[in-house]
């Protein structure tokens, strides 16, 4: 079977892991911390590291105190956690459908959405997704942010190593969200981290992912109500070892994405994925136009041993969200056609030329046998 993903763990991990089991110390301590520093070095700006995407997400809107009565802007073709979150702050995710290329917010309806929003909840904060790891416009993202005067959030879960005009996504904002799940481009097993740059927004999330807990003239004191959102130490050396081979795993993204383009252009009923500068490629996704079946060609390709997948969802489509917020399947028709018309390809470092060719004829070969 050829994955869709695979994380690539060696034995210099396993070593590392099994140093950390015998010292007997688990939780956030000097691993964490180092690892926090080589991911500074490595975007460029201070880190936190937390239990999840979606901790880092969540703790980020704790931290600018997102509650009931705001109104928070996001991409509807996303992974729910990105609303999930607002929810769970109580309140309210404001839809924004995508642009067709990069699947990222479109800026133009972005903006359209704040000026035409009617209340009553207070526009408060934009998260935007760098989704698959495509860099979003963050010229104008940041232009929208600062124009209303408001709070940016990015959700960077796929995006280690994306650039947009050079600099790391999850640096243009308030605060940055990463993910280290499997599925992503470096893992812990389960971790995410945070990149803040305000000195009191950074306090306050280290309070905030351990309890709301700090030592003080020696004393501990409790500051503020928090949660545990902390990384463990085997988790972080993980991280560290897995972040020092990156760069030489998004080269060579990179390199299968550009193999994937030269194959499958001009294949009938595929649209690809725009190239933009910057790009990480955490995932590969083909949109298949509307005459073919989504689920009729991962069956197909599963028959033919290689996994693929949808890309992501769209949130208004999602039966709590739709009922919620009474939305209609029709409304944001990009990301409706990328969730139900998507296909994403099996990706990831190591990954051989050889089946990448046997993926993209299996695909040339089964489309038109998956016509709706
Ligand atoms: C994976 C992902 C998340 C959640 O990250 P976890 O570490 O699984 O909690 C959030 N947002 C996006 C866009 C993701 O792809």
């Not at 700006?45 to 931290?63: K, Y």
Request: aromatic share 8%; glycine share 6%; hydrophobic share 40%.
């Amino acid at each position: 079977m050829i994955r869709l993903s695979k994380p690539i763990i060696s034995e210099d991990e396993i070593n590392a892991v099994n140093h950390v089991l015998r010292s007997g110390v688990f939780v956030q301590n000097e691993h964490v911390q180092r690892f926090e520093q080589l991911l500074k070095q490595f975007i460029g700006s201070d880190v936190l590291a937390v239990s999840s995407g979606t901790a880092a997400l969540h703790v980020a809107l704790s931290a600018l105190k997102i509650k009931k009565g705001d109104a928070v802007f996001l991409p509807s073709f996303t992974f729910p956690a990105t609303a999930n979150v607002v929810e769970l702050q109580h309140a309210r995710p404001v839809l924004v459908d995508v642009d067709e290329d990069t699947y990222n917010i479109d800026p133009k309806k972005l903006e359209k959405s704040i000026e035409e929003w009617q209340g009553p909840e207070i526009p408060k904060a934009i998260i935007v997704v760098h989704q698959f790891g495509a860099p979003c416009n963050m010229t104008k993202i940041r232009e929208i942010a600062k124009k209303y005067g408001l709070f940016l959030i990015e959700d960077a879960a796929c995006a280690l190593g994306t650039t947009w005009n050079g600099q790391h996504a999850g640096t243009f904002g308030d605060i940055g969200c990463f993910s280290w799940h499997p599925r992503k481009s470096i893992t812990t097993g389960e971790g995410g981290a945070v990149a803040v740059k305000d000195n009191m927004l950074r306090k306050r999330i280290e309070l905030l992912r351990n309890h709301g807990l700090e030592k003080s003239e020696g004393k501990v004191q409790l500051t503020l109500p928090g949660f545990n959102y902390r990384l463990t130490e085997f988790q972080a050396v993980l991280g560290k070892e897995q972040l020092k081979k990156f760069n030489g795993w998004l080269e060579s993204r990179r390199d299968l994405a550009g193999y994937y383009k030269k194959y499958l252009k001009d294949t009938a009923d595929v649209q690809l994925p725009k190239e933009v500068t910057g790009h990480a490629w955490q995932t590969y996704m083909v949109v298949l136009n509307e005459n073919i079946s989504q689920q009729a060609v991962i069956g197909e390709m599963r028959q033919k041993q290689i996994e693929t997948n949808i890309g992501s969802l769209s949130v208004h489509l999602l039966d709590y969200y739709k009922t919620k917020y009474k939305y209609q399947d029709s409304f944001f028709p990009i990301s409706r056609k990328l969730s139900e018309q998507g296909l994403a390809l099996p990706m990831y470092p190591g990954l051989d030329k050889t089946d990448i060719d046997y993926v993209c004829s299996s695909l040339k070969e089964i489309i038109s046998k998956c016509k709706k």
